[in-house]
C-alpha cells in the first residue's frame, strides 16, 4: 500500500515568488494535516482537514499561507509570496479517522533565497 | 495551548546498551502520547503510542510510560541496534490518534556507537 506522497522533495525558489506543494493520502484516508518543520525542531500544525472541511487553521499565517483540499483527497498548500524565514520542510500527514493514528509523507524542504 | 519539552536534545549511547527519552507536557487534558522516529530525510514515523488509560506500554525492545500525575511520560529502547540511530519526538494531544493535531517535543538525536 502507498503511503502518503509528497511533491515535489525539493524546492529552492526567490523571495517574493510563489511556491505550491502537493499531498497525496493514503487511499481512504478522510483527515489530512499539513505541519511545518524548521530545522532541529518538531513539526507545528497548520492546518488539518476533515474530508474537504478546513476544521483547524488557527495556525495558518493566513495572510501568505492558503490550502484547499478539493474532493476531499488530494492537498495542496500555497504560499504567496514566500519569505526568508519560511525555509523549512512542509510535511503532509493522513489518518483513517479523526481518531486513528497519522501517517507522514517524506516531507518538501522548501529554500527561499 | 499544549507545551510539549523534551530532554535530552542528544543521547549517545553504546550499541547494546539502553535508552532514556524523556517528555513533559502541560496541559493536563492531553491524553495521547505518540512516540515518532525521524530518520534523515524521510517524515515522521510513528513507533508507539499511549493512551492516558494505561501506564505503561511495551513493543519488543521499546516501551513508553506515563505518569499522569507527574504529567511526564518517557521512550526505552533496550539492547539499542546501528538501525535506531535518528531524531526521536514525542508529542501529546488532548484526543484519540491526535485528532486536534499534535504539539511535538523538539526532539532528541540517538546516536548509537558500535
Known amino acids: 500500500e502507498a503511503g502518503v506522497v509528497q511533491s515535489p522533495r525539493y524546492k529552492i525558489i526567490e523571495k517574493k515568488q510563489p511556491v505550491a506543494f502537493w499531498c497525496n493520502p493514503i487511499s481512504g484516508h478522510n483527515t489530512l494535516y499539513w505541519y511545518l518543520q524548521n530545522l532541529g525542531q518538531g513539526p507545528e500544525l497548520l492546518i488539518r482537514y476533515e474530508n474537504e472541511e478546513a476544521v483547524d487553521d488557527s495556525q495558518l499565517p493566513k495572510d501568505r499561507f492558503s490550502a484547499e483540499r478539493l474532493k476531499g483527497v488530494d492537498s495542496t498548500l500555497k504560499i504567496q509570496p514566500a519569505e526568508l524565514g519560511d525555509s523549512a520542510v512542509y510535511l503532509c500527514?493522513?489518518?483513517?479517522?479523526?481518531?486513528?493514528?497519522?501517517?507522514f509523507g517524506q516531507g518538501t524542504r522548501l529554500t527561499v533565497v | 495551548g499544549e507545551n510539549v519539552e523534551q530532554h535530552p536534545s542528544t543521547l549517545s549511547v553504546q550499541e547494546g546498551d539502553s535508552a532514556v527519552i524523556k517528555c513533559t507536557y502541560s496541559?493536563?487534558?492531553?491524553?495521547?502520547f505518540p512516540w515518532y522516529k525521524q530518520e534523515l530525510g524521510k517524515g515522521p514515523q510513528l513507533i508507539i503510542d499511549?493512551?492516558?488509560?494505561?501506564g505503561e506500554k511495551k513493543d519488543q525492545r521499546i516501551a513508553v510510560t506515563l505518569n499522569k500525575t507527574a504529567k511526564h511520560f518517557s521512550l526505552h529502547i533496550t539492547e539499542t541496534q546501528p538501525e535506531d540511530s535518528a531524531v526521536y519526538f514525542c508529542?501529546?494531544?488532548?484526543?484519540?490518534?491526535?485528532?486536534?493535531?499534535?504539539?511535538f517535543g523538539k526532539g532528541t538525536h540517538l546516536i548509537i556507537q558500535p
Open positions: 496541559d493536563s487534558a492531553s491524553n495521547y
Open positions: 499511549i493512551r492516558s488509560n494505561v
Open positions: 500527514a493522513s489518518s483513517l479517522t479523526a481518531v486513528t493514528e497519522a501517517f
Open positions: 508529542a501529546a494531544s488532548r484526543m484519540r490518534g491526535g485528532a486536534d493535531g499534535l504539539t
